[in-house]
């Protein structure tokens, strides 16, 4: 009977130890387990298990909220697209506006500029597409700025004359003086022949009968009063 009992108790002992294999415990001797219990040490994780700043899913091979990835570059913080991240979320390198403009972004990313309020842009597009070389009121004419690079340039029959708007086409006068709206008065009819103010008709020629009145006629390149 002693036999049997003591064989009981060393199932018992052989038992225990095998559970203790099977789940990493230590041993009751105080030495470290060996097996059993390993930390997750997957790529992207650090030493807590958990994934650095920015980073998230499974193997941290993802960006988290608030972050985007440039590229194969780090996740990097969300921010609005703004000419000083180069309208890519930082992605890029600051946008370099011209001289005389300030950067800005197109909808769809990409660097752009404005001119400043006292310059005008040389070319197409929404920034100027070329520069903002030109004060206002001036356009680029070759390699300087002028106020015209022909008479299309300027308001109705203006001449331009070393790139500026000036005197008038012939037979055209600027009778109401004032040049922005060019040379308006035309010089081959009444009431300005030939010159501002001139009329070919005096009393009573002007009246209903018009008998012996005068009229404007061509006379060489220009026009005056004949019969």
């Known amino acids: 009977m002693r036999n049997v009992a003591w064989a009981l108790v060393a199932v018992a002992s052989l038992a225990s130890g095998l559970v203790a294999c099977a789940t990493g415990s230590a041993p009751d001797d105080g030495t470290p387990a060996t097996d059993g219990g390993v930390s997750d040490t997957s790529p992207g994780s650090d030493a807590n298990g958990t994934c650095p700043t920015g980073r998230a899913g499974p193997k941290c091979d993802q960006c988290a909220g608030g972050f985007h990835k440039c590229g194969t570059s780090d996740c990097r913080p969300d921010q609005p697209n703004s000419p000083d991240a180069g309208c890519t979320q930082s992605c890029g390198s600051a946008c370099n506006p011209p001289a005389n403009a300030s950067g800005k972004c197109t909808s769809n990313g990409q660097c752009d500029f404005v001119c400043n309020t006292t310059f005008v842009p040389s070319g197409g597009g929404d920034g100027g597409g070329a520069g903002c070389e030109c004060p206002a009121g001036q356009i680029v004419c070759g ?85």
Do not use: F, R
């Not at 600027?174 to 005096?202: F, H, K, M």
């Open 143 to 227: 390699d300087v700025c002028a106020q015209c690079c022909s008479a299309s340039d300027c308001p109705a029959h203006q001449l331009c004359n070393g790139g500026v708007c000036g005197g008038c086409e012939a037979n055209w006068g600027d009778c109401n003086n004032n040049p922005s709206d060019g040379c308006e008065a035309n010089l081959s009819a009444e009431p300005n022949c030939g010159a501002c103010g001139t009329s070919c008709c005096g009393y009573p020629c002007c009246g209903v009968l018009t008998l012996h009145g005068k009229s404007c006629k061509s006379s060489g390149n220009s026009y005056a009063c004949g019969c």
